[in-house]
């Protein structure tokens, strides 16, 4: 589809021509060409939206247009394309979004807000499109596909059915279905799947896969089923056998994760990628403001060996391809203009940006603001916690239940428990721990303990690397669920936050149960964020009072308030920089095991442990 079909393109074919002047034109410049390769010194006419014509220094026969703009011999780039980003995860909202990363030459995103979806369901998604239309950058949106990422293993905010999913996609704005999550029940051909999936087959939209370590006859089911690309490669062979099969892959680097490099060397020797592009997922506002957005990505692969304009064409031409933008991601006659000058060919802050003609950002400089009353477009969400109040709901009671084994404590009553625990008598009990990142690898590990009991409860003291981590249904079902963990890093106190994917529910690590209630209320007066304590005083909070997990703050104040959290919060961790380590603790559709509000999960099962007994 061309982005500017619906725009009468009669003048710009009179400009082209010489038949009427164009507004304006960039020379002494070098164009990047990412449909043939080169690099030369070329004159680029733009009339409105568009790219008039590309010519030879001195050689445009063209009227002189009514501006000539300088480049300094800087490069021409396109601007960038992001494939694949939750905005919420920035913890902006789409307007300050925008006014972040255009001074980092990206001009266009395909965005998937299922993390406000969680939260507040259609009408944050509706919202997210309506804040994003106060500013330029070209914005486009997913539908979200798994809402919630599994019904049977978590509860949230909210539920997308088949047909709430047909009204989003009736939205001009709305290109297609966004990361479809639930491969099990995709290559299980469960109804809820099938169903949504038939909502962007039937309009013959695009279906955003999320496939980490599916392989064999999984990997070929969940292509049958319809599935476009996916963003979750972990290793140079995944990489490689998806592109094999396909598939158009988003290679990433996120502030949660970063594989580019293993992913690059699986593809250092196929000679066709054009099934690759460049996306950064979850990436919070600090990273932005500091080190860039997609030009970081982009940065770091040419870091990593691959050549840079093939690194600027993944994040271009590629991405353009992948949607099909036909009008995006080169710089020829009859593409929209959107263009980086750059000093040079690496990734880092171009000095001026134009999106559809006009200049966006210099220096830096975003040249839009966002309307004053944007965020205000968000409704406030209630923080509810009432079943962490009841005494003993911060513990793990040691005590029988479902059959005579104990277990953790979940479940909407504060006295219940899974079964998950083979024996128990007076003295120990044999609980399930959880063990982060296990081995350092991307997953939680986990294992049967025997721990001590005392006074009905499993007793944690002694034991600095053991904490606990408690999921808490904020949205007022009453659920939650207390599991111990390994290898956290906490060391005192507790931490409490509610970005927290997909469902957002409200998470604490805590060594010391009181600590933990007051991080809990002090988040629940904010209406979400996050807050560290220790010894019943509040070390830092940051507060996200827009569905709990995004700022009404730019990005300056923003990256500033997260700086000065992740100093103060540092204070209860061996290590520092744990803003974003444990938001996917409670991630039900991630192997590895998992903790939900309703339970520990095995991830590569889809089931609960107890149901494992």
């Known amino acids: 589809m061309r982005i500017s079909s619906h725009a009468d393109r009669s003048r710009l074919v009179d400009a082209a021509a010489g038949r009427i002047p164009c507004d304006l034109r960039i020379v002494n410049c070098r164009l990047a060409n990412v ?3 080169e690099v030369y010194p070329a004159e680029v006419s733009l009339f409105q939206q568009w790219i008039a014509s590309v010519d030879e220094p001195g050689s445009c026969a063209l009227p002189a247009p009514a501006q000539i703009f300088d480049a300094e011999g800087a490069y021409l780039i396109p601007g960038f394309i992001d494939t694949h980003i939750h905005v919420e995860s ?64 978590e509860t949230g905010g909210a539920v997308l059915t088949p047909q709430d999913i047909r009204l989003l996609l009736e939205h001009p704005n709305i290109l297609g279905l966004g990361e ?45 089923a319809g599935i476009d690309s996916d963003h979750e490669c972990r290793s140079g062979e995944e990489c490689l056998n998806k592109l094999r099969l396909g598939m158009h892959v988003n290679l990433k680097s996120t502030s949660l994760s970063n594989h580019l490099a293993q992913t690059l060397e699986g593809i250092r020797d196929v000679p066709w990628r054009d099934r690759i592009s460049l996306c950064t997922d979850d990436v919070h506002a600090q990273t932005i403001l ?10 770091e692969a040419i870091g990593h060996g691959l050549p840079a304009l093939e690194a600027i064409r993944f994040a271009t031409l590629h991405a353009a391809r992948e949607y099909g933008f036909r009008d995006l991601g080169a710089i020829a ?78 479940g909407a009553d504060p006295d219940s428990a899974s079964g998950i625990a083979a024996e128990t008598d007076k003295d120990s009990a044999s609980i399930f721990v959880l063990l982060y990142k296990e081995n350092g690898g991307p997953f939680n590990g986990g294992r049967y303990e025997r721990l001590p009991v005392s006074q009905g409860f499993v007793d944690f003291s002694g034991d600095e690397d053991l904490c606990r981590m408690c999921v808490c249904n904020r949205y007022g ?48 007066e904010m209406g979400g964020g996050y807050a560290a304590v220790c010894g019943g005083k509040i070390l830092a909070d940051l507060a996200l009072p827009v569905g709990g997990i995004m700022s009404r703050h730019p990005v300056q104040k923003l990256a500033e308030e997260i700086h000065h959290f992740e100093q103060a919060a540092a204070e209860l961790f061996a290590f520092p920089g744990n803003l974003l380590r444990f938001a996917t603790s409670s991630l039900s559709v ?18 609960f442990v107890d149901e494992q007994q």
């Open 35 to 37: 449909i043939t390769g």
């Open 333 to 410: 006659p009859g593409f929209l203009a959107d263009i980086q000058l750059v000093r040079e060919l690496d990734g880092g802050q171009p000095e001026h940006v134009f999106l559809g003609g006009q200049l966006a950002a210099s220096h830096g400089q975003c040249l839009f603001s966002p309307p004053e009353q944007a965020a205000g477009l968000f409704p406030q969400v209630e923080i509810h916690m009432e079943q962490l109040r009841r005494p003993g709901a911060l513990g793990i009671a040691a005590v029988t239940a479902g059959g005579g084994v104990p277990g953790i404590s979940a």
């Open 477 to 524: 079902s009453g659920e939650k669920a207390v599991a111990p963990m390994r290898g956290s890093g906490l060391l005192r106190g507790a931490y409490a936050f509610t970005v927290s994917h997909d469902s957002h529910n409200l998470v604490i690590l805590y060594h010391d149960e009181a600590d933990a209630l007051l991080a809990a209320e002090r988040i629940r």
């Open 90 to 153: 920035t913890m902006l909202t789409p307007s300050h979004f925008a006014e972040a990363v255009l001074p980092w030459g990206t001009t266009t995103v395909v965005t998937d807000p299922h993390e406000i979806a969680n939260v507040l369901g259609t009408e944050g998604v509706l919202h997210m499109a309506e804040d994003a239309s106060s500013m330029p950058l070209r914005h486009f949106i997913l539908a979200p596909s798994c809402v919630p990422a599994n019904p049977a293993l």
């Open 180 to 224: 479809v999550m639930d491969f099990d029940g995709v290559c299980r051909n469960e109804p809820r799947m099938q169903e949504e999936l038939r909502c962007g087959l039937d309009k013959d939209l695009f279906l955003q896969g999320h496939a980490p370590r599916l392989e064999g006859p999984a990997l070929a089911s969940y292509l049958c």
């Open 590 to 607: 991630l192997p590895g095991y998992i903790l939900t509000d309703r339970g520990i999960v095995d991830g590569k099962l889809q089931k």
């Open 290 to 299: 500091t080190r860039g957005h997609l030009n970081r990505v982009v940065g």
